[in-house]
């Protein structure tokens, strides 16, 4: 009779002795009891600089929290008023306005404990490390076309923070308008040479800022000036930047062929050495336009209304249309409401507010005209530019400054500008605190032909320009307090504020 022998196999052996090994290692750490610390792991706003875009930062814990323990002991300084909220381990802090400008921040956390700390040993540490992070926004920094002899016609940056002027563009460069990338490293910009006084011969370019979205990344040296777009064929009328930086629609017309107008759009870079190529937007002519907030779109006065136009090549239907309003003037951040003008036959204008749910609330009547307005993003106001009619004989304006209420309809007027100004501009800072405006003083003098001279968008002859900065408060902070504006120790026009 046969028999047989049972053995264990190598394999088998070496499996027993994991598995016994991994036993013993379990037990040990059984008997030991936990011994992960409680600390922050990640905290993702450390050491970066952040802008109006930046709304919520990140703290990561090595273990599940005590959320009430957390949010007592977290510290903000200066404060930012913010909402907390929890997804396991991780805590999300989002901010309920955006961050002034300028100011260097810090985090500190300290006596938190976790979620188990009434169940640990005696004798065992359950609060956390104590945690510090710090980060900072960007530098209030605004932007403006020289007015003075020195910098005639060239884009100047003035970094208020650090009290310091850089001008960007050179001298044979006359530049007309201009827009900022949204991470402020770039600005397009349309220019004519010094040269040439033809309103109607700007090119496009884009020039480095000489500032770094982010500290530990180099910025490009500022002054690299590039072509994007030449005049060869084609007028370069009016231009727009879109949201997200990456595409430019601009309005056109052909040289040769004056029926030939309309708008082109075209991305800001390309895949090759080769400067990106504009397209034709097939559609109806239109006049005023302006990219929407997620830069897939555009709005246009187009007949008798407002046309939501798609970017890409055959936009001959439209996404939306508003035949009652000839104008939009501005969108919040999100989209979700946009401020648009409606045209009367007895030459009045309505500002109205008008929402993605369909409601349209009026806000305000002018016999003058409605030339910029600006949603804040840190509350529900809009800061408008407007004019009134002194003399319908001579049409006399005189420009003003209001702060609407989006939920009352209360109206602040802010400032009074005089009567002679009436090529103002304005723009509101990225944090909503403060309110840039030029004032424009024409060349009361002929000027000869050839001459040299700045113009205003209407043509008219510059003779110098100052700026002035006026300090915001909420409309319900400001109700009882009143704030002047304050003259900058600068010469110039169209300013705008860096994002």
Not at 89 to 118: I, W
Not at 149 to 161: A, S
Not at 455 to 465: C, F, Q, V, Y
Not at 469 to 478: E, S, T
Request: proline share 8%; hydrophobic share 40%.
């Amino acid at each position: 009779m046969a028999t047989s022998k049972t053995f264990i196999q190598p394999l088998d052996r070496v499996a027993i002795a994991l598995m016994l090994l991994l036993s013993l290692l379990i037990g040990f750490m059984i008997f030991q009891g936990d011994v992960v610390a409680v600390r922050v792991r990640e905290f993702t706003w450390q050491n970066q600089q952040i802008g109006a875009e930046d709304i919520s930062f990140t703290l990561n814990f090595s273990r599940p929290m005590d959320i009430k323990s957390v949010e007592e002991n977290l510290r903000i300084e200066p404060p930012l008023a913010g909402k907390i909220s929890w997804a396991g381990r991780r805590m999300v802090y989002t901010l309920l306005t955006p961050a002034p400008y300028g100011t260097n921040y810090e985090v500190r956390l300290q006596d938190a404990k976790d979620r188990f700390s009434d169940l640990a040993p005696e004798g065992k540490n359950r609060v956390i490390q104590p945690f510090t992070g710090n980060f900072r926004s960007r530098d209030r920094v605004i932007m403006y076309i020289g007015a003075d002899p020195e910098n005639q016609g060239q884009l100047v940056l003035y970094n208020l923070t650090e009290e310091k002027k850089n001008i960007v563009t050179p001298k044979d460069l006359i530049v007309m308008d201009f827009k900022p990338f949204p991470d402020g490293e770039k600005i397009l910009f349309s220019a004519r040479t010094s040269n040439n006084q033809d309103l109607l011969s700007a090119q496009l370019y884009t020039v480095t800022t000489g500032i770094s979205a982010q500290p530990e990344t180099p910025a490009e040296p500022a002054g690299r000036v590039d072509l994007v777009l030449d005049n060869k064929q084609y007028q370069n009328l009016k231009f727009d930047l879109s949201p997200d930086g990456k595409t430019i629609v601009v309005q056109r017309g052909n040289r040769n062929n004056p029926s030939d107008f309309g708008l082109w759009f075209m991305p800001t870079t390309s895949n090759t050495r080769e400067r990106p190529t504009p397209q034709r937007l097939k559609s109806q002519p239109g006049g005023d336009f302006m990219i929407t907030p997620d830069s897939r779109a555009v709005a246009v006065a187009q007949g008798q209304g407002a046309a939501i136009l798609p970017l890409q090549t055959d936009a001959s239907k439209p996404l939306d249309f508003l035949p009652q309003f000839g104008l939009v003037q501005s969108f919040s951040k999100d989209g979700s409401q946009a401020a648009m003008v409606k045209f009367n036959t007895d030459y009045t204008r309505d500002l109205f507010l008008v929402t993605n749910q369909g409601i349209q609330k009026p806000l305000l009547k002018t016999t003058g005209s409605i030339i910029n307005c600006q949603f804040d993003p840190a509350s529900p106001t809009l800061y408008c530019l407007l004019t009134q009619l002194i003399s319908a004989e001579e049409y006399i304006e005189q420009p003003y400054l209001v702060a609407i209420d989006l939920k009352t309809g209360e109206q602040k007027p802010l400032l009074l500008l005089p009567i002679e100004q009436r090529n103002v501009q304005m723009s509101l800072a990225p944090d909503g605190l403060g309110l840039l405006f030029d004032q424009v003083m024409p060349q009361i003098e002929p000027v000869p032909l050839n001459a040299n001279v700045l113009k205003t968008e209407d043509g008219e002859a510059i003779a110098t320009s100052s700026l002035w900065l006026m300090p915001l408060l909420p409309i319900d902070d400001a109700a009882n307090t009143t704030i002047g504006p304050e003259k900058l120790p600068l010469v110039g026009f169209h300013p705008r504020w860096l994002p």
